[in-house]
């Protein structure tokens, strides 16, 4: 008897072709698109096809500190002109 099943237990990754990298704004777009909640299907199935994960974590940690630094800003200006 022959065994059609497939003895391979690991799930196959899906291959992306050298050539569709994605950008480094891209990248930007993305991590952007995802911090406000309005990131695409499409969009985030290719940034979870991409092999290297480590653009998105850099962009995003830097993303966060700087919407971070930006609202702290903004907080102590308005602070200021109020009591002014």
């Excluded at 290719?46 to 290297?52: E, K």
């Excluded at 930006?70 to 009591?83: E, K």
């Amino acid at each position: 008897m022959t065994n059609n099943k497939s003895t391979n237990s690991e799930p196959q990754k899906p291959s992306v072709p050298e050539d569709n990298k994605v950008s480094f704004l891209s990248v930007i777009g993305s991590v952007l698109a995802a911090i406000f909640g309005v990131q695409s299907d499409k969009n985030r199935k290719r940034d979870f096809q991409q092999n290297n994960a480590t653009s998105y974590i850099v962009v995003g940690i830097i993303m966060v500190i700087g919407l971070v630094i930006t609202m702290i800003i903004v907080v102590n200006s308005v602070i200021s002109s109020a009591t002014g």
